[in-house]
């Protein structure tokens, strides 16, 4: 039995007639004829009454006009449920994200643009580390993941940068270097005043990139900080920072954490130390509610530019 029979069955039944509802579906009368009667055989039972003003239904009949038109009435529903699978607008979208891709402002507000814009795409997240949200991602844990700096590059998936901003310094509010200028912002803070400083940083196996690119700046510069500690988060080391156990680099968007025991200061003009927002998905799956979603991001991230160039 095929989900045509059971519309053929339908149209009969409705009509009353094999030759009106031959009409209808716009096919012959003896092809017609020969469907019901290939149903009826395969089913075992007489669907229908002949005589010669048209059709009329057995009690067999009406109970499978009954089932027939629920069962077609659900196949019509998943249908419409699958297409808007396939167009982005329906299904579970799993989202990982740093504790510092999480704080960008960016990052909440695409979030309530995708439910706003898409209700039926629901939205599970999680947090983790940039290295654990790679691999998720290329395991297909996740669909897709948003980061800072990418500690490995595995070749199914693909990075985008969406946005980038600068770093800065995060200090306790009594460290010498937390000086501010007479307009009351806080000073740029040298690269060399970073010398055998206790500096608290995100541990290598989570998140290199950032970490890395830091100590290397640092080396291009001839400083030796002094690492006295490698935590999993950068949330965590700015607790650390607030309670006076060293400096830290950061996101400049993280600068609201602690904001009466940490002062943020910038980078010296000449010594940047970039920090993208990165999005991360696996190449052949950016389709669906994946598609939708990264779709979504580039329009933001683009119209976040616009504004700011506007500004300018």
Known sequence: MEIRHLRYFLAVADAGHMTRAAVQLGIQQPPLSQQIKALESELGIALFRRHPKGVSLTDAGRLLQVESARLLRDFS???ERMHSLADGKRGLLSIGFTSSAAAHEFTPHALRECRGQ?????????ENNAAEI????ASGRLHCGLLRVPVSRPAELTFETL???AAVVALPIDHRLARKRKDGRPRPVAVKDLHEEPIILVRRPGAPGLYANLLALCDEHGVRPRVVAEVSRMLTNLNLVAAGAGISVVPSSMQGSHPHAIVYCPLEAGAKLDVPLTLAYRSADNIGPTGTFTALLRQLARRRYAGRRAQT
């Open 134 to 137: 790679t691999e998720a991602v």
């Open 163 to 165: 946005l980038h901003e």
């Open 118 to 126: 898409h209700p039926d795409i629901g939205l599970e997240l999680s």
């Open 77 to 79: 529903a998943l249908q």
